[in-house]
């Protein structure tokens, strides 16, 4: 690690679209992560760039595998 910021995962949940990014981090940072999303499990990459991804059906919950080295920020 070049800092010791501990990155930030931020989403935001609008209807059937996920919007996601990394924040605290160095440029091109990008390390997987898994979510899970209703009952199903999603590998997303985020990077220090906005994101979106529809699914198929409304999102009510996303919950983020804490084996990962980060901070969780849902924004509205």
């Known amino acids: 690690l070049r800092t010791t910021l501990i990155p930030v995962f931020e989403y935001e949940?609008?209807?059937k679209r996920l919007k996601?990014?990394?924040?605290?981090?160095?440029?091109?940072?990008?390390?997987?992560?898994?979510?899970?999303i209703g009952n199903?499990?999603?590998?997303?990459t985020p990077n220090?760039?906005?994101?979106?991804q529809e699914f198929r059906t409304e999102l009510s919950s996303?919950?983020?595998d804490m084996n990962f080295y980060?901070?969780?920020?849902e924004t509205k």
Do not use: N
């Open 13 to 15: 949940i609008d209807g």
């Open 20 to 36: 996601y990014r990394y924040t605290q981090v160095v440029p091109d940072f990008k390390m997987p992560i898994r979510v899970t």
């Open 40 to 44: 199903e499990m999603y590998w997303l």
């Open 48 to 52: 220090d760039t906005w994101q979106t």
């Open 62 to 64: 996303l919950e983020v």
């Open 70 to 73: 980060l901070e969780v920020l």
